[in-house]
């Protein structure tokens, strides 16, 4: 028997129904998207144990209670001694730290240690901080035997979109937003095969750092990994990767959308710092006077800073080298020689396999030089060349097997990069730096 509804029943049933319909979808969203913010906050969240502690009223139970800190050029050994804990007790504490391999020569000023010994001389608990984070711990058992131990604070992991202009420099804009140094040395390493972060820069470039950022009591304490990053600029274009792991030995790399690899046979620079005294092209010579061709790259820096292989090869040279002062030359496939001049420090020796990014040596002011900074040049064929003109190959590229797999994950990150909460940097109207140099400019 069929059921027959008047027009007036019509409209009131449809009214019903789409009522429960509504109550349905709505108590369905909100539980999905509860659902959905309480595993972003708490996914795999596991009750957290309680970290080591030490006697909170030592007198009460009959221990000695002692406190030291590392102090500049003193041993670890020294600094118990020197506070007062007796020799057995600070062979002890050696011994076991060395259970969970604690590093001696890594103690550093201001690292700050406890120790509480009971009545009998016998170490009752020790701790040994060497950050907000990090932690060595040595106490007793239920079976009153000593045991070393470390301690990991826990973090809260959020994932955050970085996003801004160019002000001053992208180290500097990035610091202006309230973030670390720490931030901007992974950006570089994810982009810094393509862009030369020292001189390509200009204001109001964009950048974009899709992230996870470890946070403490509200303070940033680290990053996890760069998920995707991008630079926008008026003399690189626009550069991204991608966080992905291909299955090679040394772990998940980052790759263009087409599938090509960031990570290419020369970095564009070959120190971290923050500002380049003069570029390729004709100058005067800041000692003769004379204008001549300037064939390489000054990077102003500070004496002592690390100076790194652009990219891997064999030395070739290693010395005193007229006006260029303390030298290395590196031999690369392709004809292609790196040269690094003025240095305080070398490393390497001659014949010496290096890897791209190894510390070859230090910034320095020797041979003709006003002052600390690397001079860096390129040798084609053994002709100076211009560092953009000198072919720079990806590494290996992702296989046409592999793309399906690279896409998806591409897809599953841009989603996250659109919904994920940003942290955005604008550019002030007072900006001025991010005038054009010699070097920056194209090919000039």
């Known amino acids: 028997m069929k059921l027959e509804l008047f027009p007036s029943q019509k409209h009131r049933y449809a009214a019903v129904v789409a009522a429960v319909l509504l109550a349905v979808t709505t108590v369905t969203i909100w539980t999905l998207s509860e659902s959905a913010a309480v595993s972003t906050k708490h996914a795999g969240a596991t009750p957290v144990p309680a970290p080591p502690a030490l006697a909170e009223n030592p007198e009460a139970l009959g221990l000695q ?118 931030l901007v040395a992974d950006y570089v390493d994810v982009l810094g095969y393509d862009i030369d972060f020292i001189f390509d820069p200009r204001v109001g470039d964009r950048f974009r750092i899709l992230v996870e950022r470890r946070m403490l009591d509200d303070e940033i304490v680290g990053y996890g990994n760069i ?75 500070p004496t002592g800073t ?8 064999t030395v070739a040279f290693t010395g005193w080298k007229g006006g260029y002062g303390k030298t290395i030359e590196i031999k690369h496939s392709g004809a292609v020689k790196t040269r690094y001049g003025h240095l305080s420090k070398i490393f390497v020796r001659k014949g010496q396999a290096v890897r791209q990014h190894q510390t070859i040596g230090a910034v320095g002011s020797t041979g003709y030089s006003t002052g600390p900074h690397l001079h860096f040049e390129y040798l084609v064929n053994g002709k100076f060349t211009q560092p953009r003109k000198v072919k720079n190959p990806s590494l290996k590229r992702l296989e046409e097997g592999q ?22 940097g604008e550019l002030r109207r007072n900006a001025i730096a991010g005038a054009r140099s010699p070097a920056a400019s194209k090919d000039a």
């Open 65 to 182: 209670h002692y406190e030291g800190s590392i102090k500049p050029r003193m041993p670890f050994i020294a600094a118990m001694l020197d506070a007062g804990i007796e020799r057995p007790v600070a062979d002890t504490i050696q011994k076991h730290l060395g259970t969970v391999e604690f590093d001696f020569r890594k103690c550093r000023p201001g690292q700050t240690f406890i120790a509480q010994v009971d009545s009998t001389g016998r170490l009752y608990a020790f701790n040994y901080v060497t950050n907000r984070l990090h932690s060595y711990w040595i106490s007793r058992d239920s079976s009153d035997m000593l045991r070393a131990s470390t301690w990991e604070t826990p973090v809260e992991t959020e994932l955050l979109s970085i996003e801004g202009s160019v002000e001053t420099s992208v180290y500097q804009t990035i610091l202006g937003m309230g973030e670390r140094p720490q």
């Open 227 to 301: 998920l995707a990053a991008e630079y926008e600029g008026e003399l690189t274009g626009r550069v991204v990767g991608y966080r992905f792991d291909a299955g090679e030995e040394d772990g998940p790399g980052y790759f263009a959308p087409d599938g090509e690899n960031l990570q290419k046979a020369f970095m564009r620079s070959p120190l971290s710092i923050l500002r380049v005294t003069s570029g390729y092209g004709m100058r005067t010579h800041p000692i003769s006077g004379k204008r001549k061709m300037h064939t390489g790259i000054d990077y102003a820096a």
């Open 306 to 313: 690390p100076v790194w292989a652009v990219g891997s090869g």
């Open 403 to 424: 793309m399906p797999a690279f896409t998806s994950e591409m897809g599953r990150i841009d989603s996250l990069w659109m919904n994920t909460p940003k942290h955005i």
